[in-house]
């Protein structure tokens, strides 16, 4: 699967209704060849911001979440693997880049939502012009420099 191909799929799922959490990681999985869908609704949650909170953005962590099922540890007998951390924070450094217009790395900073607010989560999905596109826009971008950092660094 292509970084682009990652991008495609990762959009696909959140028009879908997936969160943006769970489609970067569905992508990422699916691209590795470890889709577990555990794992998948493990990460229902994170989306909005973490549990609706406006926190960190859903599709940062579905591709941390990536990264760190390949380098971290599943058990205690297992040794994690250090590059888990330097290439985590390559992708941080690209999705700062990413989310730099929008003043952060914050779901209040790119969605401007209050995940608690009945109406604006209505205007969200119902309103073709709300910031939804904007989510969904960096929903793809994120897949595609997920998958291009999996490449670059040996591990797709």
Not at 39 to 56: N, Q, S
Not at 69 to 94: A, C, T
Not at 102 to 116: E, F, N, S
């Amino acid at each position: 699967m292509s970084p682009e191909q990652m991008q495609d799929r990762a959009l696909d799922l959140f028009r879908k209704r997936f969160h943006c959490s769970q489609a970067v990681l569905a992508a990422g999985q699916e691209k590795l060849g470890m889709v577990n869908e555990e794992v998948v609704k493990a990460l229902g949650a994170f989306g909005g911001g973490i549990a609706g909170t406006c926190r960190v953005c859903g599709a940062l962590t579905g591709g941390i979440a990536v990264i760190s099922s390949l380098f971290s540890r599943g058990n205690l007998e297992s040794k994690e693997d250090p590059r888990m951390w330097s290439v985590s924070h390559k992708f941080i450094r690209e999705f700062e880049r990413l989310t730099q217009e929008h003043g952060g790395t914050d779901c209040r900073d790119i969605a401007k939502m209050d995940w608690q607010d009945k109406e604006m989560v209505k205007q969200f999905y119902s309103n073709p012009e709300s910031r939804r596109k904007i989510c969904m826009q960096l929903v793809g971008d994120t897949a595609f420099m997920l998958g291009k950092l999996l490449e670059e660094e040996g591990l797709a």
